[in-house]
């Protein structure tokens, strides 16, 4: 996507990967196996790899810049992370964050990180790796978690017991950082952070995720998060992915956003839609399609 200007607040997308990575019957365990050849008009090759049939997925943050503030959401997986389980996540060493440069920014630039969940994909660049020592990757910033998001998965982390680590270890080397490092504001799932600016609780895919309203002027985004993870899931909303802590309330979540944006003009920005990622929902006979815009 490119630059994109909601009334007096710009976003931009900062990518770390972007590839055919899933499986759709991997990450859609509930898919008909008729769906993709069904709408394969609009879902192939953007969304859907025409040889293998994966699902092509963006890894990517958003930046919003108001006149008071700049917004980083979602932070993608990392460099230096130990991901061991997810080969494509494991020890990357993207230049993410010397992209900011070109969008006009250094890390001290940041006012506030915002994480619309705390799954090891959106937490990652919280924290970089310095002198052995995962600390906060943005000094200036302060960095939103959800009260609800946050002590779940503090509970969760506490009392999971197993081989391999809860989500990745992600809550060791990307949340508790900065929780140790005094720089997390826990905030409740409706909470505006400035005029304009809002999360909305919208839980299913984890318990406290949410989305994130821009509104300036008569032009309206949303940063959806993880509420979609394809257009796949507009073809058929019931779609829940595997990584969904409740399929049925993310099922929920998605449809009560598509049934009010569909046919809007309201910008969808999600987190995993491949380039150029922004677009508006609109009706497809029962179901829906996905227009860039
Ligand atoms: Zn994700």
Redesign the pocket.
Known sequence: MQTHTIGDIRIDRLMESEGAFADADFLFPEISPTLIETQADWLMPTFIDPETKKIIMS?HSLLIRSSRSTILV?CCVGNHKHRPNRPEWHQLNTPWLAKLKTLGLQADDIDYVLCT?L????VGWNTQLVNGQWVPTFPNAQYIFGQLEYQYWEEACRSHEGDSPLNHGSFDDSVLPIIEAGKAILVDNDHQIEPGIWLEPAPG?TPGNVIVHVKSGTQHAILT??VM?SAIQLANPDLSSR?CSDAILSRDSRTKLIETYAETPVIMMP??FPTPTAGRIVRRGNAFEYLFN
């Open positions: 890894f979602d969940h799954h090891a994909d959106h895919h998060g993880d993870h990584f987190a995993h």
